[in-house]
Every structure is written in C-alpha cells, then in structure tokens.
C-alpha cells in the first residue's frame, strides 16, 4: 500500500544511515507549525550530536546536502540550532495525490496479519434491563476499536458475554411474575418500564413456574439488546451465555487447569486463586465454603475459553466501575499458563447528556434507543467517540442535531456532501478528467490539503495502536476544515485542464478519505444533505 510520508521518512533515515554509519534516532519529521517553515521539518540533527560529538548546526549542514537531492524534495533549509525544513516540490504533491487514488478505499489499509486473532469483547451488559447510555458509549468505543484493529490488518472478533445465572437473573425472572401479577418487584429486583412490557407481553401463565418466566424473559430481553445494537450498526461474532460455562462444565475445567498450574489453594473451607502473585490486590476465592462458585470462577472459564478458541489477545472493553478488574483478569490469565500482556483491559469513562432534547418523561435513565431517538445514529455515534475513552463525556443534544457548522459530525458529513455535490457537477458537464495533471504545481490551499490527506495511514495506524478512535473524528474534523478552505478559496472546475485534473482528484481523494474515516467511527458519508 502506498504511503508518501512514510517513503519520505525513509528516504530522509537511508540519508541519516549513511552519514551516521547506521544509527538512526527518531528523526522528529512533522509539518511545522508556521506555514513559512517549510511543508516539514526534523529535528534529527539534535539527536545526532551527542551520537556522532558533533555541532548538530554542522550535522544538519552536511544532511541537507543528501537531503536536499532526494526525489520529491525541492528544497532544505537550516534553521536554528539544527532544524532541518523541507519544502516539498510539485512532482511529490502529484506522485503523493495519484499514490492515494490508485489505492482508493484501502489506502492506509495493513496488510493481513497472518498467526493473529484479537477478540474484542464489549457491551457485555447483564439481560436485566434495555441498554443505557453507558452501554452506549462501550458500543461505539467496542465496535470502532474493532473496526480499526481490522483496518490496520488484525483479524478481529467481537464477542458479548451475558450473564444469564445467579442472583440477578433470579431476581430478574421475579421481578417479570410480580409486574405480570400487579405487585411490587423484590427488594433488588428490577423496576424498568422495559420489565413491565416484557411481563405483560409473554406467553405464560401467571402461576407458571419462575424458571420459564426467567428463561422466556431473558431471550426477550437479548433480543431487544440485539435489535438496539444492530440500530447503532454494531454486530457480534459471538454471544456467549455465563451459563453454558456452567452447564459445560468449563468452569470446573478451568479451576482444575489452574490448579494444575498450581495456583489454586484451599482456605476457610474455600478454595481460592493465587492471583496476588501476579500482582492482584488480593487473592480471589472461586468456591464458597458451600460449594457454590463465584462470579470470578465463571470469569477464569471464560479466559480460558477465549484463548482456547485460538485467541492471541483478549481484549475486554469496561466501565469506569471496573477498573479493579485490569489487573484482577490479568493475573487470572496467568493462573491459566496464559501471557498476561495478552490480556487488555480498556476503561471507558461515565457519559452525560445536556440539551432539552430527551425530555422528562424519560425520567432519569437514558438508553441507547433513547439517544438515538433524539439525535439519530450518526450524531450518536460520532459525539459517543468524539472524546478520548478515559475522559469524561457530556453530549450536548441540542448541537448534536443543528444544522451548521457548530455541529462537528454536520460539518465533517457536509464535507464529504460538497466534494460528492462537485463531482456530480463536473460529469454533468462533461469535465472530469483522469489523472492528478502533469504540469500543475499546487498552490497554498492545494499543497495544505494533499499533506492532510497523505497524514491518513500514520493517523490511521496510531489510532489502532493507542486504542484511540477519537484520533480519527479529530483528523476527519481536520480534513473538512481544510477542504472547505480549499473549496473557498479555489475553483474547482478551472478552465485549464491541468489544474482541473489535479484540483478534481484533490477532491476524490478528499471525498474518499472522509468516508473511509467515517466508517471507522460507524458514521455515513451521504453524498447530499
């Protein structure tokens, strides 16, 4: 796959191999802040003096002469200390602009990587009540962190266990009798108006047996899970029920495997795991004195089964109420024999709403549906991940539904709408053009807006890595803003076929680019608004 930065990067370190004699620190290339510095600029000098015990002005002096003569480059200049600023010539823009065409939708794609399998297990709520807002934000966070582990070229799966055994299914299979009788629901039971329309729409006898109204009241309420989850375009490979860990006998398995493994040990009548040695807080009991098993053990069970399904990282998206869970996982991973490095554990942090939109008579609990009922997926999707997982979120619903540029998710998909408005224009009137143009040395608005557009596969990869989907929404925000700039201050449909050919291409790439970012977040890229 293509990537100009990344070649250009390349090419700069073969130039600092050679003077160097082969070390190579980090060259610090990045686009300076004042346009007048140059289209880039690396601080790699600096890093090369204490290296070679030389002036990194005498340094950056010699590099720039290597530098200076490399395909693409049309000039270097030092400044300072021993910055190195690079002014890019016309062929790099056109070269960079037909790099990205040819490889269109998979530009910045990684390549299959072969040996790998990541699950990524998200959501996860319990089947006790319909998805709140806090599931929502895990949603989006869990599917974007999926979709572009898949970008960048890691197999993924996405996996939703639910718990359907204990006390809470109990109470959740009483509380559907008492709303279907007229009563109130058990202390710690479930109080929904979800629950009420479920009791009242099941097939079953008041008198018949708890068990049927637990069992009928759960595959009830997975499917409303599902059917909200598919309207905010999350899917799953595999739910995975806590009970058939039980009924399997996984559970029992996996305490013997780690006992094997000779962690397990008897106390008080319990017999515990010795998760403190893998740096726990504590150690976790799996069997009460009585013989029944814990929420850990059934959670030990399901480690195993990820990784004995062929898992090489297991990745679980919680809530900010679980972050005792990180090394608690982690350290059950090792009671198995596991790496426990291949156990990641991601804490999203609490999401609020403000605006009038939702309504009192919602009351207190927003859900899922709720938030899409009033600002609509798209809106939902981008403000859910518009912030960095371990910050704290507030949507403001009122923006999240206007129609201008306050609004980002508005802006970014206006966009994408203008560059779809433009091409549709020049077909009408029969001047599009193939190509980048073969002469046309791009101006200011042009040259800014082809370096944003090159930026996308390291973008793309960083956001992978660092778990960070909020680095696309800030870099597909950034791109809007440079094609409305591009859009302002140039005409697109010049008379002279060169600049056409290269301005109509700047706008395919753009258009591309901000629907493949879109995607990435779950967002649509409409073509009119």
Known sequence: MADPISDLHDAIADAVRGLSGGEVPDLGLERPAQADHGDYATS??????????RPPREIAEELAAVVGALPGVEAVEVAGPGFLNLRLGADWYRAALAAMLADGADFGRGAPQAGVETLVEFVSANPTGDLTIGSARNAAYGDCVARLLAFTGEPVVRE???????????????????RRRGEDVPEGGYPGPEVEEIAAALPLADDAPVEEWTRLG??????????????????????????????????GAAIERARAEGHVFEQDGATWLRTSAFGDDKDRVLLKADGETTYFAADLAYIDLKFTRGATRAIYVLGADHHGYIQRLKAGAACLGYDPEAVEVLIYQLVTVSGERMGKRRGNVITLDGLVEAI?????????????HDQTLDIDLDL??????????????????????????????GRLTEGVGAAHVPEGPEAVLVRRLAEWPDIARTAAELRAPHRIVAWAHELAGDFHAFHHDLYVLHEDDDVRAFRLAAVRATAEALARALDLVGVAAPDRM
């Not at 206007?402 to 549709?424: F, M, T």
């Open 44 to 53: 790699v000098a600096m890093r090369l003096a204490p290296v070679l015990s």
């Open 160 to 178: 939703y266990y639910f718990n359907d055994a204990g006390n809470q299914i109990a109470l959740f299979g009483a509380s559907l009798v008492a």
């Open 218 to 251: 759960i595959e009830t309420m997975m499917a409303r899970i599902r059917a909200s989850l598919e309207r905010m375009r999350v899917s799953f490979d595999l739910w995975t029920s806590e009970q058939t860990l039980h009924a399997s006998g996984a559970v």
């Open 376 to 388: 609509g997926v798209d809106a939902a999707r981008y403000f859910l991940v518009q912030r960095s």
């Open 400 to 429: 999240a539904v206007e129609e201008s540029s306050k609004n980002p998710v508005y802006y970014v998909q206006y966009a994408h709408a203008r560059c779809a408005s433009i091409l549709r224009k020049a077909a009408d009137e």
